[in-house]
């Protein structure tokens, strides 16, 4: 009995069991329903949304494909609506009313754009006309003008006519000045290139006489252009540190002096001459000795050379006036002299006879002793008058006048602006005495042998020719 009631109580448990299952899914199906139904009703316009319930109905599934494709299209259109007009309330009631508002408000733009469509037409049709008129004014006043053109062009041609007329008078009288000018300037062309000559003379006289000028105030002497470098083969060949960068040549011939002797050139003495031989180097150059220097006083490396006609890189200019009588013998020695001068390495040029005037870089006027008398007067009278007037030339072109026998005696280096002659061809007025405070290198307690040479020793300051 008690097992029937048993098993009568576990059926009905059981079946009531199931029917609070079915109670309770049927309950979760009301509450999906619900749940459906208030998002309808949210989108239709039952109830409101708000971004943020929108934003999380577009991430959240309800279970059912429609309602989750509705929930979707209901986001995009709550999307558009935003872009259009923001509003915190989203739903399509809302968003019918929103778009009621806006065709309301594009109708009325509408209606005011075709009005002010409307009245720019007209205003376009009155500015046509305007400008019709305008135009019609502009050609009557455009014909006017054509008119008063045409009676202007007219008289233009009459006054051009005219003027032409004056401008063959103006040429003819330009012809007739210019042909009255060219008269003139024929007659006085020799005479502006006279001037010009004489200023060109003149202004470069002037410039020769500034660097004198300058010379006199600094008070330099001219220095020596080289020195020995080597001695060789006991004394009878030496080499210098001049070379074919100086336009130096084979045949130039030099003086040597002590180097302690070159802080006053016209108190020195030369020692020995040097003919150079050949053209080493840039700088370098071997000369044979062609006077020795006494035992006393041998050649050595660093003493100084130069020479009277010769300078680096350059010719030195030296002209020549009148008869020159070298040896007393009464006939002139001109010939001779020039062969001496191109020896040396110097060039002899005109001394103005031929040109009027005597070139400025000219070193020396070389002048000779031309007199008056003999058996052809007239020629000595033309002689002492050329001379006269080289002299005048050289004055003005700033040039040095000496005589000839001071050029055979002329051993000083020559440079572009200072030309004290030294050694036997110095005056006492030119430098006074100075005394050496060198030390002495030179022996004395040589045997008298060597004290006594006599044969082709340098004896004097002038530089011996080979």
Do not use: C
Request: net charge neutral.
């Amino acid at each position: 009995m008690n097992f029937l009631l048993w098993s009568s109580g576990d059926e009905t448990a059981g079946k009531l069991a199931d029917e609070k299952t079915k109670v309770a899914s049927s309950a979760n199906q009301i509450r999906d329903q619900n749940r459906k139904i208030e998002t309808l009703s949210k989108m239709v316009g039952g109830t409101s949304w708000n971004t943020g319930e929108v934003d999380t109905l577009s991430t959240t599934s309800s279970g059912d494909e429609k309602i989750d494709g509705m929930s979707k299209i209901f986001v995009q259109d709550m999307g558009l609506l935003s872009k259009l007009k923001p509003s915190a309330v989203q739903n399509y009631q809302t968003a019918l009313s929103e778009l009621r508002g806006a065709y309301t408000t594009q109708s009325r733009l509408l209606s005011a754009s075709q009005d002010r469509q409307k009245q720019l037409e007209d205003e376009k049709k009155r500015d046509v006309a305007a400008a019709r008129a305008a135009q019609k004014l502009a050609e009557d006043d455009r014909d006017e003008k054509v008119k008063e053109l045409k009676i202007e062009t007219d008289k233009f041609a009459v006054d051009r006519e005219a003027m032409l007329k004056k401008q063959e008078e103006a040429k003819d009288a330009m012809n007739r000045s210019k042909r009255d000018f060219d008269i003139l300037r024929n007659q006085n062309a020799a005479e502006l290139k006279k001037r010009d000559n004489r200023i060109a003379l003149l202004e470069s006289t002037i410039e020769s006489q500034r660097l004198e000028l300058q010379r006199l105030r600094v008070g330099q002497f001219e220095t020596v252009q080289g020195e020995i470098r080597y001695i060789q083969s006991g004394g009878t060949l030496v080499s210098i540190n001049l070379g074919s960068a100086d336009a130096l040549r084979p045949g130039i011939t030099f003086g040597v002096v002590d180097r302690d002797d070159t802080a006053r050139l016209a108190d020195a003495k030369v020692k020995a001459s040097i003919q150079i031989t050949k053209i080493l180097d840039a700088h370098l150059a071997e000369a044979r000795v062609i006077a020795r220097p006494e035992i006393g006083d041998p050649i050595i490396a660093g003493d100084s050379v130069y020479s009277p006609f010769w300078a680096p890189g350059r010719t030195v200019k030296i002209a020549l006036a009148g008869p020159i009588d070298l040896d007393g013998d009464g006939r002139p020695d001109n010939e001779p002299l020039k062969g001496m001068i191109l020896d040396a390495g110097a060039e002899v040029v005109d001394n103005g006879a031929r040109s009027g005037f005597l070139d400025p870089s000219v070193r020396f006027l070389v002048v000779g002793e031309a007199s008056l008398g003999g058996p052809n007067e007239d020629l000595a009278a033309d002689a002492v008058r050329a001379v006269g007037e080289a002299k005048q030339r050289a004055i003005e072109s700033g040039v040095t006048i000496i005589p000839g026998w001071k050029l055979q005696g002329y051993l000083q280096n020559m440079s572009d602006s200072v030309t004290t002659p030294f050694g036997s061809a110095s005056n006492a007025a030119d430098f006074a005495p100075m005394r050496s405070n060198a030390i002495n290198r030179r022996p004395t307690n040589l045997p008298k042998l060597f004290l006594n040479q006599r044969d082709n020793v340098q004896r004097t300051n002038q530089i011996v020719r080979p």
